[in-house]
Every structure is written in structure tokens, then in C-alpha cells.
């Protein structure tokens, strides 16, 4: 019995050595980790947002995190497939992006809404004090979208306008990439453009409603004239390449992030999100296939 005893006292101890080296390994390879954010809001918003939650994960990792603020969504894809960006906090479709060109990552975690929703809308606003009603009504008009890689903020839309049979580029007299959901808002608010795309989760929690907290733009000076279906959450993905003690270790901090360091996570969604839950590349499939789509609908209006 004793020597049984010995024997597994030994086993475990190797076990927890070999944990321990490799756990060793991966730090030694990854002094650093850099996790990239697509441009929802400008870069101070951004940071601002994400500080307190990279300050977690280095944390609860153990090793040095930094936060890379994109200057728009393709940089993040870029960032990825050079392996540059460890991590990454993508959109939906950036992430599609991301798969159909060959970028090899994986994403392992979305964010459920406090109502148990897991996912989130986009919607055109006009001005409150504008004559539009639909669509329709704006023919001739300028249009706002965010980036070629968002998903509310340009691929949603345009999908939604191949429905009413609306070609943006013949319908509207100007098609404007803003850059982001804040810029978007600020150009229908200076006149830059008559209607925006926007992200919108309801009537509390929106790109419009954090710029209001903000100060940048009112809430009543825009109404929604166009709501899409329901869209998948935006996940975070990793490199499909790290090591998979790393991958783990990644996973609980996430998973964690609500107990263990509540005021970080609820910084991210300004106290709108409820938890973070798995999620893996099928979960994602019928974006990809939107992405695949938008794709083809361009190369026969090119």
C-alpha cells in the first residue's frame, strides 16, 4: 500500500511538473501577448473602455498583456494572419473576413446580453426632425455606413438593401465609409450624410446611447427607420496556433472576468453584458456565409 501510495504521490508530482514546465514554456515563448480591438468608438473610447480588463487578464495569465487599439477593422484581420495579435476582439463579420481569407484563428467567447439575448441588430437612424420614413424616402440621398469589414455597420445593411432591391451605390447619391459607429452618428449629426448604419442592442443599450453617456450626441435628435434581424454577438477569437495551456488559461480569465473582477467586465458593455459564454467557429457559420454572399453580390454589380 505504501509503495501504491509512493508511486502515485510520485505520478502526481511529475504530472504537476510537467503543468508547470509547459504553463513555463508557453510564458517563455509569449512574453507578451497583444490583443487588438476592431474601432466601434474612437481610440480613446477604446482604450478607456479596455483598460481595466487587459490590467485582468495580465493578471490572472501571469504574463504582460497590451492592448492594440486598430486604426480600422482590417487591421486586426492583418494583424492575425501575421501573427502579430494573439488576441482579438473582432465583429461578427470581421471575424468571417478573417476565416474566408485564410487567417487561421479561432474564437472561443461572445458576451450574453443582461436579457438573456445572445446577439444584437443593426439599424439605419435618420435625424428626428427629418422627413424620412423608409427607405424609400431617401433616394438620392447620402448614406453612412461604418467599414467595408463591419457587420451592423456596412454588410447587414447591405444584405437588408439587396432585399428591398436597393443597389447603395446607384440609390444614394453618395455612399460614405465613416470609419466607425461614432463617426457614423457624427456625420448624420453635422449633415454629412442623411442616414446611418449603426449597431443597436435596444433602446438602452446602443453605439447611441454610450454617446450620450458621453456627451457626443443626444438620443432624441435620431429615430430608427430600419432594424435588421437578429445578429450573432461579436466574439473574441485567438490564433489557432497557441499553445493549448495558453488557449485554456485564456478561456477561464474570460470565463472568470464576471466574479472575479466585475467592475473590468462591466466597464466593457458599461454594465450591459451579463456573462461571457463558449462559442466555437459553427456558431459563426451563417455569417461566414453572409460574408460569402456580400462577396458575390459585389463582383456582379462590379
Known amino acids: 500500500m505504501l509503495t501504491r501510495r509512493l508511486a502515485l504521490g510520485a505520478a502526481l508530482a511529475v504530472s504537476a511538473f510537467a503543468g508547470a514546465a509547459e504553463a513555463q514554456s508557453w510564458k517563455s515563448t509569449y ?38 487599439v486598430a486604426n480600422d477593422y482590417a487591421a486586426v484581420i492583418e494583424g492575425q494572419r501575421n501573427g502579430s495579435i494573439q488576441l482579438a476582439g473582432y465583429g461578427p463579420a470581421s471575424y468571417a473576413r478573417a476565416i474566408v481569407t485564410g487567417v487561421a484563428v479561432e474564437p472561443f467567447a461572445t458576451t450574453v446580453n443582461n436579457d438573456g439575448t445572445i446577439g444584437y441588430y443593426s439599424v439605419f437612424y435618420v435625424k428626428a426632425d427629418s422627413p424620412y420614413k423608409t427607405i424609400d424616402d431617401l433616394k438620392g440621398k447620402n448614406l453612412g455606413l461604418v467599414d467595408p469589414n463591419s457587420t451592423s455597420g456596412n454588410n447587414v445593411p447591405r444584405f437588408a438593401l439587396n432585399k428591398m432591391k436597393v443597389n447603395p451605390e446607384t440609390f444614394f447619391s453618395k455612399v460614405t465609409y465613416t470609419g466607425s ?81 466585475k467592475a473590468a467586465f462591466d466597464k466593457l458593455s458599461d454594465g450591459k453584458d451579463k456573462e461571457f459564454i463558449k462559442v466555437d467557429a459553427k456558431y459563426y457559420e451563417p455569417v461566414v456565409e453572409l460574408i460569402k454572399f456580400i462577396d458575390q453580390l459585389r463582383k456582379q454589380k462590379s
Open 31 to 68: 512574453p507578451e501577448l497583444v490583443m487588438a480591438v476592431v474601432p466601434a468608438e474612437n481610440a480613446s473610447g477604446v482604450t478607456e473602455r479596455y483598460a481595466p480588463f487587459i490590467e485582468y487578464l495580465s493578471k490572472e495569465l501571469g504574463t504582460k498583456v497590451m492592448l492594440r
Open 181 to 261: 459607429h461614432e463617426n457614423a452618428v457624427i456625420a448624420l449629426q453635422q449633415g454629412t450624410v442623411d442616414v446611418a448604419a449603426n449597431w443597436w442592442n435596444s433602446d438602452t443599450d446602443s453605439n447611441l446611447t454610450r454617446m450620450a453617456n458621453k456627451n457626443l450626441a443626444k438620443k432624441d435628435d435620431f429615430r430608427v427607420i430600419y432594424k435588421s434581424d437578429l445578429i450573432p454577438n461579436s466574439p473574441f477569437a485567438y490564433l489557432s496556433n497557441l499553445p493549448p495551456d495558453l488557449k485554456a488559461a485564456i478561456v477561464k480569465a474570460f470565463n472568470d472576468a464576471p466574479t472575479k473582477d
